[in-house]
Structure formats: C-alpha cells, structure tokens
C-alpha cells in the first residue's frame, strides 16, 4: 500500500464540493487515514509551496491557499500516488479528462479544486506537514 496527500483547495471549499470529493477518492478505492480542515496562514502556505517560490505564480497561489479553509487528507491505496494524480485529472481543468476531479470542480487553471502530491518522495514530506505519524495509525 502507498500513502499520498491531498488538498481539497479553497474553491472547492467555498463551492461546498468538500463531500463530494471526498466520496469520490473513496468510490476510486482511496482510504481516508487522517483528515484537518485548516485555515492556513501565510507562513503555512509560503513554506508548504516553497519548491515553487521562484516562479511567478508563487504569491498568486500564496493568497489563494489563505483565503478559506481547505481539507488536507492523507490517502491509502495500492499506487495511490499515480491513481490520484488521474483521478484529479489535468491541472488545466478544461484539458482534464471528463469525469476528473478538476473537469468536475474546478474552475480555472488557478482555481482547480484540488492538490494531490507529485510523487512518493513528496508525498510523505506534505503528510508529514499536516499531520504527525500518531494520525496515520490504523484503527
């Protein structure tokens, strides 16, 4: 089994499609281990996205990660990972496939509903920033 995280981003959040992404990570055979619904402040956001700090949408994407809660969830399953990253669909929610995540909630290329981890590596670094390994225990 792989572990991944998500984030269900403020638009989302606003738009009240929380469950519905919820249930369908959980229809694509995602187990939810742990989740936080967090207000991130600024400090939280620039360190979370700093692989990104020199490119030029970092402060855009800084100001919209702050301005509601978002769900962070760590996520089981085998090859979650790369199973997420289809579920979400293409970051562009007018190129992602019909019936992704991002074809279904999202908005704009800034606007796209949900973050899902890149890769193993980064997977465990962002679980590691929302929740400590106590969370991650099976019931």
Request: hydrophobic share 45%; charged share 25%.
């Amino acid at each position: 089994m792989e572990q991944t995280l998500t984030i269900i981003k403020p638009d989302s959040m606003a738009a009240g499609n929380a469950g519905k992404i919820l249930a369908h990570l959980e229809q694509e055979g995602f187990q939810i281990l742990a989740l936080r619904r967090i207000h991130l402040s600024e400090a939280q956001a620039r360190s979370f996205y700093e692989v990104h700090k020199e490119r030029p949408f970092y402060d855009d994407l800084v100001a919209y990660m702050t301005e509601a809660p978002v769900i962070a969830a760590a996520l089981e399953r085998e090859d979650a990972v790369a199973h997420l990253r289809r579920v979400m669909g293409a970051t562009n929610p007018e190129e992602a496939a019909a019936g992704t995540i991002r074809a279904l909630y999202g908005t704009s290329i800034e606007r796209n509903a949900i973050h899902g981890s890149d890769s193993p590596e980064n997977a465990a670094i962002e679980t590691d920033f929302f929740f400590s390994r106590a969370d991650l225990l099976p019931s």
